[in-house]
């Protein structure tokens, strides 16, 4: 039976993923929503879909629907700014649908509390996009990690290089109040996808924040793990560059490269499949990486000593665990 929709944040980055996990999932989008008018991508997928430019409006459609037509909201899809997802998580709640949210789900780790509160009262479910969980290529990973020898620790770099203009830093992405910057905006799913595999983090050391930048150490339960998230073209590196790609992507465990440049087009799809079969990723399962970016947000600055990326330095050499 096909469930309704509603999505929230229709002009965003994100918003073509969850129309398209929606239609391959064979449900209804009955309204859509965002401040900006600028939604064409909706005829491509849900071209009766209602469409609204004030929340007040489409949240009396979505009344309207229920009290006369007998139509239920089933769930409702956030794709809104990151300082958002919190408010738009209740709305969805008290409309009696479940929400599925965009990473990061909060910001803040005391705001999952509520939620879960919330959660129990309503008795809908949170669900969030942890994507990465579903890849192949971590899965792989994970299950080499689970079935390896139990007192192992892992060496890891992580490098996320995903080139942005400036319009990244002038739009709302650019606001630390409003994104977490770039460790929580394009990382929080990097950093679930360690704390999943290599267990809670138990040393987070941070050697750089910027609009640009971040980059840091942390010590997993079973992993040592050197970090660089960036959303700057220089940093790609140069054969990247020759193919005319703007996103680096990379994984070493043990300076052995994980395959990890394909594989996302369907994650969101595979995403909703999960959800609409009861499972899906909650607030319990978020609420570590959200602990994890807001550490790293406040964190104070470390000097560059011991373990550290080598893409701090131009031209380093890799550093050696130690």
Not at 57 to 77: P, Q, T
């Amino acid at each position: 039976m096909k469930k309704n929709f509603a999505l929230i944040g229709a002009a965003g980055y994100v918003a073509p993923k969850h129309l398209k996990a929606i239609k391959d999932t064979d449900n209804n989008l009955l309204a859509a929503l965002d401040k900006f008018d600028s939604v064409g991508i909706l005829d491509s997928y849900f071209p009766n879909t209602d469409f609204f430019v004030e929340f007040e409006r489409f949240d009396r459609h979505i009344e309207k629907l229920k009290r006369r037509k007998g139509v239920l909201l089933d769930y409702v899809s956030i794709c809104t700014p990151n300082y958002l997802h919190d408010a738009h998580i209740r709305m969805a709640l008290r409309r009696g649908a479940n929400a599925i949210c965009e990473k990061p789900l909060v910001l803040n780790p005391w705001n999952i509390q509520p939620l879960i509160e919330i959660e129990k009262e309503s008795g809908k479910r949170v669900h969030t996009i942890l994507q990465l969980r579903l890849h192949h290529s971590i899965m792989a990973l994970k299950k080499m990690v689970d079935e390896g020898p139990k007192d192992k620790i892992y060496d890891v770099d992580l490098t996320y290089i995903t080139s942005r203009g400036s319009w990244y830093t002038n739009s709302w992405k650019g606001e630390i109040g409003k994104s977490g910057g770039v460790a929580t905006n394009i990382g929080v799913h990097f950093f679930d996808m360690l704390h999943w595999i290599f267990g809670g983090v138990t040393e987070n050391i941070v050697h750089k924040r910027d609009e640009h930048n971040a980059s840091g150490y942390m010590e997993l339960e079973r992993a040592r793990v050197r970090w660089f998230l960036s959303i700057d073209y220089k940093n790609i590196p140069e054969s990247i560059k020759m193919r005319n790609q703007r996103t680096y992507r990379s994984i070493e465990i043990d300076g052995n490269e994980i395959e990890f440049s394909s594989g996302f087009t369907e994650l969101h799809t595979k995403s909703y499949e999960e959800i609409l079969k009861g499972n899906g990723f909650g607030l319990i399962d978020a609420r570590p990486s959200i602990q994890i970016v807001h550490d790293i947000r406040e964190a104070e600055l470390s000097p560059l000593k011991n373990d550290y990326h080598p893409l701090l330095i131009s031209n380093a050499k890799k550093v050696q665990y130690v």
